[in-house]
Antibody, heavy 118, light 107 residues
Framework: QVQLVESGGGLVKPGGSLRLSCAASGFTFSDYYMGWIRQAPGKGLEWVSYISISGDTIYYADSVKGRFTNSRDNAKNSLYLQMNSLRAEDTAVYFC???????????WGQGALVTVSS | DIQMTQSPSSVSASVGDRVAITCRASQYISTYLAWYQQKPGKAPKLLIYAASSLQSGVPSRFSGSGSGTDFTLTISSLQSEDFATYYCQQVNSFPATFGGGSKVEIK
């Protein structure tokens, strides 16, 4: 069965960095684009980033552009989100999800909580 | 960027009621729209894609309609397990924006 498991969340000070990982299993990882979506406490869903199958096309939300880097390692069935210059407003649960172009996100991980606070 | 506006933001309903949630895109997106259900503390679940196609395993009481800029998610007969928050997402272009959510609560 399809499984996505995020890790790497935690508490970080403003201006700090954190790297999230998403381990995929149960499907051919290199056949799907992948996305990151976040949800601030008590708020709605915010699309963060998308990465193509080969990793050569990546899009970011304006709110994270220049600070976050999305990447993937198809040999390791893993997705990553490097988050730099973190701000309080980046505090959220971060989900990784499997995507199908023009369809949506059909499988989601359980989420990883990132808290940015001094 | 395409803005997605959902209404209502919350609705109170009883088991057996018919519930409709609307989603409006700020520009034309054809049928590139998905609907998700999220329960507290859980990841979202894909319900509908391509505006009206039911994702595998989703009960047939859920249906989607619309094209262009106006879309509707309908639950024909609300069940206890349907009390949740529902989100639309446009997948026409990036950023693939979400609507603000519609919470279906018990009356």
């Amino acid at each position: 069965q399809v499984q996505l498991v995020e890790s790497g969340g935690g508490l970080v000070k403003p201006g700090g960095s954190l790297r999230l990982s998403c381990a995929a299993s149960g499907f051919t990882f290199s056949d799907y684009y992948m996305g990151w979506i976040r949800q601030a406490p008590g708020k709605g869903l915010e699309w963060v980033s998308y990465i193509s199958i080969s990793g050569d096309t990546i899009y970011y939300a304006d709110s994270v552009k220049g600070r976050f880097t999305n990447s993937r390692d198809n040999a390791k069935n893993s997705l990553y989100l490097q988050m730099n210059s973190l701000r309080a407003e980046d505090t959220a649960v971060y989900f990784c999800a499997r995507g199908i172009i023009s369809v949506g996100l059909d499988y989601w991980g359980q989420g990883a909580l990132v808290t940015v606070s001094s | 960027d395409i803005q997605m506006t959902q209404s209502p933001s919350s609705v109170s309903a009883s088991v057996g009621d018919r519930v409709a949630i609307t989603c409006r895109a700020s520009q034309y997106i054809s049928t590139y729209l998905a609907w998700y259900q999220q329960k507290p503390g859980k990841a979202p679940k894909l319900l509908i894609y391509a505006a009206s196609s039911l994702q595998s395993g989703v009960p047939s009481r859920f249906s989607g309609s619309g094209s262009g800029t106006d879309f509707t998610l309908t639950i024909s007969s609300l069940q206890s397990e349907d009390f949740a928050t529902y989100y639309c997402q446009q997948v026409n272009s990036f950023p693939a924006t979400f609507g603000g959510g519609s919470k279906v609560e018990i009356k």
